[in-house]
């Protein structure tokens, strides 16, 4: 996920110091949105993948497990390696790995390929969500990084509320392999539009970066890490096999439009993080992980009632939609000069999060079914909120430093 400073702004050709550079922050929001898309839409069209490629789902969820665990490993030795690459080189970079990557996966027959294509594009994401924020952060001025950090972060709900459901309805249509080779055409698109419209920015000097157990040892850095790692964890092994989930209601054929409920859910969640995270960052997180805990317990004691399924996704979507944007500022402002290294750790985090999530729900799918997976979320979310109230100074404080009241 992404990379946030908190050094002086600096001016963005045309747009004074006074106003969000919003051509260049939308495409940002766009490449996020790609990102999201490659990440996440297999859990739409995840029986079909697993059919023709002639593997069962439990194995089929592991395209999401390779892709995170690409993104996990490369985070932290690629954004090193290319620390003094100037920015927009380095984005384009990733963006063509998504062309490339997604390629693979529309066009293979064979199911070591398609994991094989999926790890290129985790590879792809660990380059991108770590240049994301920061970039942001840098085009627009400094009273208003915040919400251009919030800009960018809506590629992520854009996916989930009609990428996702959009593909699934495309999958179902024309076949799950027209899914990816959209996300392709859109990514060759991207490459131009960031061409023209994204400012260039250096990368950093070599005295400007931070070790790694440094950063760790800043006030509040490692409980943020933690909350990112356990919350990214209960969101995977729901979300990953939530087709799967939704057949023991019923409710197999509905999969798109309970994405579409939880994604419209997340654009709300966002808006409202976007509208107020510099003046109320601890009320937010704290929200966020009280509804996405609500939602769980429903699915839990509830999840076979379809008339529930509805309003639980909702509250997730509401809990888990703002989610990046909170966590990766939380850990920006804590970490100070070294939020570059902050967010490569949370990077890696989110996506070993992510790798274990659908290990974890394969797992559990195997030995006490999908019924399961939200009483698992549930158990996981009680230290995150335990962490989450007693990180009051360094963590999740009530409000950003200098920021506007």
Same mark, same amino acid.
């Given at each position: 996920?992404?990379?946030?400073?908190?050094?002086?702004?600096?001016?963005?050709?045309?747009?004074?110091?006074?106003?969000?550079?919003?051509?260049?922050?939308?495409?940002?929001?766009?490449?996020?949105?790609?990102?999201?898309?490659?990440?996440?839409?297999?859990?739409?069209?995840?029986?079909?993948?697993?059919?023709?490629?002639?593997?069962?789902?439990?194995?089929?969820?592991?395209?999401?497990?390779?892709?995170?665990?690409?993104?996990?490993?490369?985070?932290?030795?690629?954004?090193?390696?290319?620390?003094?690459?100037?920015?927009?080189?380095?984005?384009?970079?990733?963006?063509?790995?998504?062309?490339?990557?997604?390629?693979?996966?529309?066009?293979?027959?064979?199911?070591?390929?398609?994991?094989?294509? %999926?790890?290129?594009?985790?590879?792809?994401?660990?380059?991108?969500?770590?240049?994301?924020?920061?970039?942001?952060?840098?085009?627009?001025?400094?009273?208003?990084?915040?919400?251009?950090?919030?800009?960018?972060?809506?590629?992520?709900?854009?996916?989930?509320?009609?990428?996702? @459901?959009?593909?699934?309805?495309?999958?179902?249509?024309?076949?799950?392999?027209?899914?990816?080779?959209?996300?392709?055409?859109?990514?060759?698109?991207?490459?131009?539009?960031?061409?023209?419209?994204?400012?260039?920015?250096?990368?950093?000097?070599?005295?400007?970066?931070?070790?790694?157990?440094?950063?760790? %040892?800043?006030?509040?850095?490692?409980?943020?890490?933690?909350?990112?790692?356990?919350?990214?964890?209960?969101?995977?092994?729901?979300?990953?096999?939530?087709?799967?989930?939704?057949?023991?209601?019923?409710?197999?054929?509905?999969?798109?439009?309970?994405?579409?409920?939880?994604?419209?859910?997340?654009?709300?969640?966002?808006?409202?993080?976007?509208?107020?995270?510099?003046?109320?960052?601890?009320?937010?997180?704290?929200?966020?992980?009280?509804?996405?805990?609500?939602?769980?317990?429903?699915?839990?004691?509830?999840?076979?009632?379809?008339?529930?399924?509805?309003?639980?996704?909702?509250?997730?979507?509401?809990?888990?939609?703002?989610? @990046?944007?909170?966590?990766?500022?939380?850990?920006?402002?804590?970490?100070?000069?070294?939020?570059?290294?902050?967010?490569?750790?949370?990077?890696?985090?989110?996506?070993?999060?992510?790798?274990?999530?659908?290990?974890?729900?394969?797992?559990?799918?195997?030995?006490?079914? @999908?019924?399961?997976?939200?009483?698992?979320?549930?158990?996981?979310?009680?230290?995150?909120?335990?962490?989450?109230?007693?990180?009051?100074?360094?963590?999740?404080?009530?409000?950003?430093?200098?920021?506007? %009241?």
């Amino acid at each position: 996920m992404r990379n946030h400073t908190t050094r002086s702004a600096e001016p963005v050709a045309g747009t004074g110091d006074q106003r969000l550079p919003l051509p260049a922050l939308a495409a940002l929001a766009t490449a996020a949105f790609v990102t999201v898309l490659t990440e996440a839409l297999p859990a739409g069209v995840l029986p079909a993948m697993g059919a023709d490629l002639g593997v069962g789902e439990s194995a089929m969820g592991q395209a999401v497990t390779i892709y995170a665990i690409g993104t996990a490993v490369a985070a932290i030795p690629l954004i090193a390696a290319t620390a003094g690459w100037r920015r927009k080189r380095l984005l384009l970079t990733g963006v063509a790995g998504f062309a490339v990557a997604n390629t693979v996966t529309a066009a293979s027959p064979y199911f070591a390929l398609s994991l094989a294509g %999926r790890f290129v594009a985790g590879v792809a994401a660990g380059l991108v969500w770590a240049l994301l924020a920061g970039y942001a952060g840098h085009l627009a001025p400094a009273h208003l990084r915040g919400k251009a950090i919030a800009v960018v972060m809506t590629g992520i709900p854009l996916a989930l509320s009609l990428g996702v @459901p959009a593909g699934t309805f495309l999958g179902g249509s024309l076949g799950w392999r027209a899914t990816f080779s959209a996300i392709t055409v859109i990514a060759a698109v991207l490459l131009a539009w960031i061409a023209v419209a994204v400012p260039d920015r250096p990368g950093r000097r070599h005295r400007d970066r931070h070790p790694i157990l440094a950063t760790l %040892r800043i006030a509040g850095v490692a409980p943020i890490l933690f909350v990112t790692l356990v919350m990214v964890l209960a969101h995977t092994v729901l979300y990953t096999y939530i087709a799967t989930f939704l057949r023991r209601s019923g409710m197999g054929g509905s999969v798109d439009l309970v994405l579409l409920v939880f994604g419209a859910a997340s654009m709300v969640s966002i808006w409202i993080v976007g509208a107020h995270i510099d003046r109320r960052p601890r009320l937010l997180i704290v929200a966020a992980s009280v509804l996405f805990s609500v939602a769980a317990a429903v699915l839990a004691v509830r999840g076979a009632d379809p008339a529930l399924v509805y309003p639980a996704v909702t509250l997730w979507g509401l809990g888990f939609g703002g989610a @990046p944007t909170l966590l990766q500022t939380a850990v920006a402002v804590a970490a100070g000069q070294a939020a570059d290294t902050a967010q490569a750790l949370l990077v890696t985090l989110w996506n070993a999060a992510m790798a274990a999530g659908g290990v974890a729900g394969a797992v559990l799918l195997g030995l006490l079914g @999908p019924g399961s997976f939200p009483w698992s979320v549930l158990a996981l979310l009680v230290p995150v909120l335990a962490v989450v109230i007693g990180a009051r100074t360094g963590g999740f404080p009530a409000a950003r430093q200098g920021a506007p %009241r």
